[in-house]
C-alpha cells in the first residue's frame, strides 16, 4: 500500500531529524560527517522517512551522507524562510526588525528557495517531497511572511521541481488565514501540539485528531500530512505545567499517534528525532530542548524501549 497517488511511497513511520549536539547551533558549528551518519544509521531502524527544515549545510551533509551510505531514508527536504514583516504579537523578543534587515530576509529566503529546488533537482530519488517554509504565518512566529510571499514560493518551486510542494504551519491558520495558499500547494502540512494547548495525556489524542479532521474537512480534495506532532519530556513550567510532561506520558502519546496514523493511513512525522540543546533558553529544563525520542547523548527515552516497530 502507499500513502496517495501524489508521494507513491509505501506506508512508514516518520520523523522530524536535527542533529545538532552540544556546542553546536545552526549558522555556527554543524554536526561532522559522522555525526550525522551516526544518526541516522541509528533513525533508519525505526523510521523510513525524515524531515529536514532548511537547506543549510546541516541538510546537505544529511542528503550526502544518504547517498553515500546507501541509507534507506527518504526525505521531506524544507526551505527556513525567515521574517519578511514585522511581528509586535511575537511573545518574546525577536518579532521586530528594521526595514535594512528585512530586505537583507527577502534577499535570503529567495537564496533559499533557489537552494531548494536545486537539492530537490540534485537528489531526486532521496527527496519525495519539498516544504517552502515551518510556522510563517502563525500570529506568534518571530519570522513572519505573507500568505502572498508564500505563495510566489510555493509557485516558484512547482515551476522547477518535480517533487509535490507544502507549506509546513500549525493547524489553526489554515483554516481561515492560508485558504488562498491551499489552493496551490500540492499537499497541507499541519502541526498539532496538545501539551502546549494546555491539554493532559488524556486529552492528547482526541485534540490532536480533532485539529486534523478539521483541517481535512475544510479541505476535502487536498491530502493533509502531520508534519510535527510530539511531547516533551521535560519542561521549566514556561507554558507547558511541569505535571503535564515526563517520559510516561511522551510513550503514551508516541505509541496512541503512531496507532492512529496506521489506522487511518495519515504520514505523520513525529516530533524529532533526538533533543537539541541549542534551542529555547538557557534553562535545563526549557520544554524546547527535550522534545526526542533520543537524548543528546543518543539514548533511547523510555518511548523506543523494547518497542516493536512495523515496517
Partial sequence: MIYSDLFSIPLGKAVCYSGF?????????????DEVKEDL??????????????CDLHSKTVLEVIKNEKISLKVMLGAYITAEENNPNCPWDGGVYSEV?????????????SELIGLANQYPEIVF????????CVDWTDHLVSVDRVIEYVKAVKKEAKQPVTFCENYEPWLHKLK??????DFISIHTYPVWEYKTIDQAMDFTQQNYNLVAEKYPNKTVVITEAGWTTKSNGQGIPKEN??????????HELNQWAD?????????????EPWKGSPDPDEPEKHWGLYTEQRLPKFALKKTVYKK
Fill in 21 to 33: 549536539r552540544e556546542g553546536q547551533v545552526p549558522g555556527t558549528k554543524y554536526p561532522s560527517y
Fill in 263 to 275: 489506522d487511518h493511513d495519515v504520514l505523520t512525522f513525529v516530533f524529532e528525532a533526538f533533543d
Fill in 180 to 185: 488562498p495558499l491551499a489552493e496551490v500547494v
Fill in 245 to 254: 510532561v515526563n517520559e510516561i506520558f511522551q510513550k503514551i502519546y508516541f
Fill in 41 to 54: 544509521l541509528i533513525v533508519q531502524k525505526h523510521w523510513k522517512y525524515i524531515r529536514l527544515y532548511s
Fill in 101 to 113: 534587515q528585512l530586505k537583507k530576509n527577502r534577499e535570503k529566503n529567495t537564496h533559499e528557495i
Fill in 129 to 136: 517531497s519539498l516544504s517552502v517554509g515551518n510556522e510563517a
